[in-house]
């Protein structure tokens, strides 16, 4: 019980941490182009994780990396950070963290098609309303369509990926070599993006503030997180990631005076039951596996 509630700490915390990253992200790109703002986090963040595992003494270089899978992650890693924060920087924060909450949901499809994990017709059910209220949100070819909100669409189906990818990653590689790793993917993405997009910006004053703390509030969200599901059962501690949506959503209305219409609202209640449903869903059955004997069908 104490283990469960020290998760449910931790995600909480983590998903205030992200919240305030996406902030940031959001203030410096009033003045810094989206690429020099992923170069600037990706590579702050990649140089406190390989610092880290340095410290711990955890093999920062190894043939791992070269795995198809890692090399997948990383990828996938650099297509979402360049994704998630050229969105922030062109669309609502509200919308952009509205999308991204459909991200369990994506995993649990990715799950199902990819690696052959049985889903049943109710996660099934849960996974169409969450598509459905992701198409509620971003309205193509409705008046109000902005084509720059399918980046965050993009940045939710590339961290699906990438969480895919890390449960098929080796058990062995310690987390935050691999969070090392996937970060690396978007100082790589960060580039390519500053030489196709405008040239970089110098930083003064509150600059500094912004990118610094992007990084620092990043990293320890990602640690957060990751912690949160080592000390506190997983189908206990992941529902309270929709936490990141009621800290996102204040800060838009508080920080940047944004109103979300009734659609986004509608949207986002509907993805967050979608995924509770989903979550409680597979605690239901993992927990019928348990006890075949008294379980009734699944």
Known sequence: MADNLKGILLMTVAMFGLALSDMFVKLAAGALPPGQIVLIVGGGTTMLYGAG???????????????????FRTFAEGIASVAIMTAIALVPLSTVTAIMQSNPLLVTLGAALFLGETVGWRRWLAIGVGMVAMLMIVRPGGAEFEASVLLAVAAAVALSVRDLATRAAPSHIPSLVLAAWGFAGSVVGGAVLMALGPAPQPLSGALWVYVAGAVVVTALGYYALTASVRVGQISTVAPFRYTRLVFAMAIAILVFAERPDGWTIAGSLLIVGSGIYTFLRERQIARAMATPADAGPV
């Open 53 to 71: 595992a340095l410290a711990l003494r955890q093999p920062l270089f190894s043939r791992d990396f070269f795995r198809p899978v890692i090399l």
